[in-house]
């Protein structure tokens, strides 16, 4: 046909001949009548131009050398994709069925296209999806489709000369039959591997008939691995005795005791659920005195499947004889009780210290014979005995020989962090005892020192009494600075807190350190990156760096005379590496942390726990008080950081200073922007309430303010100094104790406020200023901490009145 359309579309050549002869004469014609060239020459242009017009409007359209296309056949389509076992059908890009097989009418109908088909919403779903995927990709998938003719898997492709067509196939979902992939295996190789490992395997079903059972079964019901069993009904197989127990009835009386699992065969992803009350089930049978290795199984806690499955377990577990024998124990058992790498002793008493052995013993009897189900003993190990364990014991039946269960769960993390809990409660309560003792005894030294002083006053040097007063006086500061420490441990010394880098104030130290640790010993200063600024009193940051160099450098000046290394290093914390750390005690947050790190004897365990009480020390008598490190403890917690020790004997000892980030408030990055204070000093003179429960310290602060041009007024408390002021008296300060009977200082304080509001007050006291402004929270009072000297006291009350009259 495509050859026939081609010479067609071309013009026959004699026809040309004859059209070209025509023309020829006619010109020859008209030539010969006219004898005008012109003439001539008109006409043959005229016939060119007719000639040209009638080829444009006659001449055929240029063919192609392409096959003509035909519609398709669709009754041969049909024919090719007849198929029983599954439905077909072909859908244009409208969505319009163009054609299907038999069995797409017969399940759906010839008015259903897909993907719209008679089926559940999820599966109509799907089948979109599928649709969408098919037209982009090229091909689909949705399963399952589920309505009302079953379950079944479609499939769509894409095809056709312009893919304008989608061939959807829709096969059923055939239920799957697990006894039926089963049974080959039981008669194949797992059936024989079961017989060796002494595994009699069965299929039964429900009516109790066997299906199929494997040979080693066979072996021992019939005596014939070889028999077929098919049918058979499986209960009459077995034997019962009076005690329940069951073995095969063809061995008689003489068979061994048999252990029974089953489990239902059936598809749990089949649909409807699975069906186990109609589902076959297999039946495994186990000797109960043969291991399932095959051996036997006396001197055997339990099948060596159990005892992987438990030793997989992360709870301590172990099994025991009637005899009191460890039979079983999982690593994490061992590893509860300190012995970690070593095998299993023969006996579990023999992991317990030898005061509890006997009451072990007579627990794992007792709770073997059946009395006892289940209960706990504490036991105190070998590894520490100083901490007691519990021990849970149950009896159990069933697992050959094992008669009690032992469970033991590894404490140590648990021990570790209680014994921090515990040195953390011991030392808050140390510390209150500390502050207590040093706040009673300042008031002792203040009326030495004071006393000390007003007698100076009327001694000169050169006078025999000159010089032992000057010996009390230095005794007493002596003594002050003793006080001051126990406040340091105690946290109630006073802080001047500021916001700094920690590694400018180990620089600011570092020079000190070298004269301090002398040139034999190497000292190494290290900074981390990105350090967050902390808030403390560098004076006392200092003393904390001073206190741990020395004592790292008698350290280990006492391990060796040539020196050693002592390391200071600041490093950046963070909330993460802290709940890594996982303690207790210290909050998730970021931290900046210092490092004091010496290569010394090291601190011995036991006395690791006490280096931070106060008086503690293990230096000779003469050589130490026993407050550096109880000071350092406490202006760390002081500063709201926290300590930690870790030592080896022999190796050297390393102390962790952990401070938190400080993050500034808003408020306070804005007064940071406020005028300078113009200082003004006071001319003397004033009345002062001065009110003072201790009679020494009472005395001498009034001869000291008396002697400085004040006129003073002295209440022995607080009731006393409020009738005074209640009586009419005018003041303009009042000095006053804070802690005192009956009526505390800021309780008489609030209630002449009421009266005065703006009376100035000052307040003298052994605790820390910053925890009694917090306690107290007064307006416009000041504090003196004790002890004070004659000219301190009159230095402050200047101070007081002065910022009192400023306008």
Not at 452 to 471: A, E
Request: hydrophobic fraction near 45%; aromatic fraction near 6%; glycine fraction near 10%.
């Amino acid at each position: 046909m495509t050859a026939r359309r081609e010479a067609a579309g071309r013009p026959h050549p004699r026809g040309a001949l004859l059209i070209a002869a025509a023309l020829v004469l006619t010109i020859a014609a008209v030539w010969f009548i006219t004898r005008q060239p012109l003439l001539i020459g008109v006409f043959v242009a005229g016939i060119a131009a007719f000639g040209a017009i009638a080829w444009a409007l006659t001449r055929p359209a240029p063919l192609t050398s392409e096959p003509e296309q035909t519609l398709p056949d669709w009754s041969v389509t049909v024919a090719a994709i007849d198929r029983p076992d599954c439905a077909v059908a072909i859908v244009d890009r409208a969505g319009r069925l163009v054609c299907a097989n038999s069995r797409y009418e017969e399940w759906f109908g010839a008015g259903h296209a897909p993907p719209r088909l008679p089926v559940d919403n999820p599966s109509l779903e799907r089948l979109a999806k599928a649709g969408r995927a098919s037209w982009r990709d090229g091909s689909g998938l949705a399963d399952p489709v589920e309505g009302p003719t079953g379950r079944r898997r479609a499939e769509a492709l894409r095809a056709g000369r312009g893919d304008d067509y989608l061939v959807w196939t829709l096969k059923p979902l055939l239920a799957a039959d697990p006894v039926a992939e089963l049974v080959p295996h039981l008669t194949g190789k797992l059936g024989h591997a079961l017989a060796q490992a002494g595994i009699s395997a069965a299929i039964v079903d429900p009516d109790g008939k066997i299906r199929i059972a494997s040979p080693g079964f066979a072996l021992r019901a019939v005596g014939d691995a070889a028999a077929l069993l098919s049918g058979e009904d499986f209960v009459a197989l077995l034997r019962q005795d009076d005690r329940d127990r069951i073995s095969w009835a063809r061995e008689g009386k003489r068979g061994g005791p048999l252990t029974m699992y089953y489990l239902p065969v059936a598809d749990p992803d089949a649909a409807g659920g699975p069906d186990y009350e109609q589902a076959p089930s297999l039946m495994l049978l186990v000797d109960q005195g043969v291991g399932i290795g095959g051996g036997s199984a006396e001197g055997t806690a339990a099948a060596p499947h159990l005892e992987a499955l438990l030793g997989q377990l992360p709870l301590g577990l172990a099994m025991a004889d009637r005899d009191g024998r460890l039979l079983f124990a999982n690593p994490a058992f061992m590893r509860a009780a300190g012995r970690e790498t070593e095998p299993p002793p023969i006996y579990p008493t023999d992991l317990v210290v030898q005061e509890d052995k006997g009451p072990l013993s007579d627990a794992i009897r007792r709770f073997a014979q059946g009395g006892v189900s289940s209960g706990d003993i504490a036991v105190r190990l070998k590894h520490q005995p100083e901490d007691p364990v519990s021990l849970s014991l149950a009896g159990v039946r069933g697992l050959g020989d094992a008669a009690v269960l032992l469970g033991l769960t590894d404490s140590t993390e648990e021990t570790r962090l209680k014994r921090q809990v515990a040195q953390a409660t011991k030392m808050q309560a140390v510390g209150q005892l500390a502050g207590g003792v040093a706040h009673d005894f300042n008031n002792v030294l203040t009326a030495i020192l004071g006393t000390c002083d007003l007698m100076l006053l009327r001694h000169t040097p050169g006078d025999s009494d000159y010089d032992d007063i000057q010996q009390i006086r230095a005794n007493s500061n002596r003594a002050a600075s003793l006080t001051r420490q126990l406040l340091a441990f105690s946290r109630q010394q006073t802080l001047r807190p500021e916001v700094l880098q920690l590694p400018d104030v180990v620089s600011d130290v570092s020079h000190l350190l070298k004269r301090l640790i002398g040139e034999k010993i190497q000292l190494i200063v290290t900074h981390d990156r990105g350090l967050g600024p902390v808030r403390a009193d560098p004076t006392q940051l200092e003393q904390v760096i001073v206190n741990l160099a020395v004592n790292a450098r008698d350290a280990m000046q006492a391990r060796s005379e040539s020196g050693g290394k002592l390391t200071l290093a600041t490093k950046r914390v963070t909330a993460a590496e802290v709940r890594a750390m996982r303690n207790a005690i210290m909050p998730q947050a970021d931290y900046t942390a210092l490092i004091v790190e010496d290569t010394g004897t090291g601190i011995p365990p036991d006395h690791l726990g006490k280096i931070f009480e106060p008086f503690f020390t293990t230096k000779e008598l003469g050589k130490g008080t026993g407050l550096g490190l109880s000071t350092v403890y406490g202006i760390v917690k002081q500063s709201g950081g926290f300590i930690f020790a870790d030592s080896e004997v022999g190796r050297g000892t390393r102390f962790s200073v952990y401070l938190p980030v400080y993050h500034a408030l808003p408020e306070e990055l804005a007064a940071k922007v406020s005028k300078p204070e113009v200082v003004t000093q006071w001319a003397g003179g004033g009345r002062i309430l001065l009110v003072e429960d201790e009679d020494m310290v009472r005395a001498v602060a009034e001869r000291a303010l008396t002697r400085a041009g004040y006129t003073v007024t002295t209440a022995a408390d607080g009731d006393e100094g409020l009738e005074i002021v209640q009586g009419g008296a005018q003041f303009d300060l009042i000095v006053s104790d804070v802690v005192m009977p009956v009526m505390d200082g800021p309780t008489m304080v609030r209630e002449i406020r009421k009266a005065t509001a703006d009376l100035p007050v000052l307040f003298m006291s052994g605790y820390a200023e910053e925890q009694l402004r917090k306690e107290i929270d007064i307006a416009n009072v000041h504090f003196l901490p004790k002890p004070f000297s004659v000219q301190q006291i009159s230095d402050k009350v200047g101070g007081v009145l002065s910022a009192s009259t400023r306008p």
